[in-house]
């Protein structure tokens, strides 16, 4: 897939939600390609994710994002974005999304929101900066439960 070369982020991001459900069809994390998402990535990207999660930290270039997708896929069974509002103005989109997933260690559902700052510039994402509103509940979720004894 090629992206348009356009600098307007919410043109940009429509792009790579569409493209990411694209590498999610095909098999995701370990399966599919990165390279259906690097287009839309600027290759020094920078995402920063909370500490507490279980791919908190923060991931730099297209290798750190392809890490962090695989990442993702050990965590999550399913990660469907339900619902997605956008907001931008100048090189900065707001994105509020709505997710509906199952925790693969555990096979909890959860329904949470996420708000997403994003940095667009010459045409791709530069920074991702997300904020869940309770990351323990995300944690806990994913964390299989000691066993007793």
């Not at 890490?67 to 103005?89: I, K, N, P, S, Y």
């Not at 096979?107 to 045409?123: A, K, M, W, Y």
Request: glycine letters at 10%; hydrophobic letters at 45%; one cysteine or more.
């Amino acid at each position: 897939m090629t992206i348009s070369p356009t600098t307007d982020p919410v043109t940009v991001l429509t792009g790579m939600y569409a493209a990411e459900a694209e590498y999610l069809a095909a098999g995701g994390p370990g399966k599919a390609s990165f390279g259906l998402l690097a287009p839309f990535f600027a290759p020094d990207v920078e995402l920063r994710q909370a500490d507490a999660l279980p791919y908190g930290g923060v991931w730099r270039g297209h290798d750190g994002m392809a890490r962090f997708f695989l990442a993702m896929g050990r965590a999550w069974e399913t990660f469907d974005m339900v619902e997605q509002e956008f907001l931008a103005t100048g090189e900065t989109a707001v994105v509020l999304t709505r997710v509906r997933a199952r925790a693969r260690a555990t096979g909890r559902e959860l329904d949470f929101p996420i708000l997403q700052t994003i940095t667009v510039r010459d045409g791709r994402i530069a920074e991702v900066r997300p904020f869940y509103w309770d990351t323990r509940a995300i944690a806990d979720a994913c964390a299989p439960s000691a066993s007793p004894g």
